[in-house]
């Protein structure tokens, strides 16, 4: 290799190596005081950022009404407006109440259990497979004053005292089935879930970390971190020979 083209390819692998020995500078130098700084304690809240760890984004709460208020679920958490209540085996399908009085108790409804609330929200019982509970339960709703699931083995009346569940004919549903259905939560109420959901287990310290490391990207990251290695020993060795060449000149 002749050495202007040697020069050359030094010179573009030099400019590419130079971005990211910037961004290991800033990372080490934030990383040197984290506890200063107060990195180490302080949470991400930005829902941009938490995408980065498959965390929630406000698109992707799914909330179902319960009177005025709505049962939301995000990341396998569910939620009481924005306070957390439980954890949910399987996506969210549907909430409601087993009559209209204010003493009824709440049934939220997953794919692989059902959870029964007392009307203040306290935790009752989890109701799964184990149980006998059939799924994968695809909604839920209420009819002639009774429990309907609608489940990947179909249509059960569920009496959740006797832990029955009794299959229905598709062709027998009353008009009257009432399913609890997926609306849009207001605007500040999926920002507030997104932001909150396991915000607190990542601190930018962590962040710091996971992009200094190429973590941030996932396996992709640490082989793309692997691959400036060899380029900053590459720089080296073509350095090293323009600066031998240069000597001998």
């Keep these: 290799m002749s050495a ?18 910037l961004l290991l500078a800033f990372t080490g130098l934030c990383l040197n005081h984290v506890s200063g700084w ?15 760890y498959g965390m929630a984004e406000a698109s992707t709460v799914l909330s179902y009404p319960l009177g005025e208020a709505y049962i939301s679920e995000s990341n396998g958490q569910l939620f009481y407006q924005t306070e957390e209540i439980a954890r949910c085996e399987g996506a969210l399908v549907g909430a409601l109440a087993l009559s209209s009085t204010s003493t009824t108790p709440i049934v939220v409804a997953c794919e692989r259990e059902l959870l029964l609330f007392s009307p203040t929200f306290q935790l009752i019982e989890k109701v799964g497979v184990a149980y006998g509970l059939p799924v994968a339960v695809k909604r839920v709703g209420l009819v002639d004053g009774e429990l309907l699931l609608d489940t990947s083995s179909g249509l059960f009346v569920t009496d959740l005292k006797a832990l029955r569940w009794t299959a229905k004919e598709e062709g027998a549903q009353a008009n009257s089935n009432q399913w609890s259905t997926a609306e849009q939560a207001p605007e500040a109420l999926k920002r507030a879930l997104a932001e909150s959901v396991d915000s607190e287990d990542i601190t930018y310290e962590r962040l710091l970390l996971d992009i200094h490391s190429g973590r941030i990207l996932g396996e992709w990251g640490v082989y793309l971190v692997d691959a400036m290695a060899l380029l900053f020993m590459l720089l080296a060795i073509s350095g090293l020979v323009i600066w031998g060449r240069g000597k001998k000149a």
């Excluded at 107060?38 to 980065?52: E, N, Q, V």
């Design 4 to 21: 202007e083209l040697l020069k050359r390819w030094h010179g573009r692998m030099g400019v590419l190596a130079a971005a990211f020995v």
């Design 38 to 52: 107060g990195f180490d304690t302080k949470a991400l809240r930005s829902p941009t950022l938490l995408s980065l």
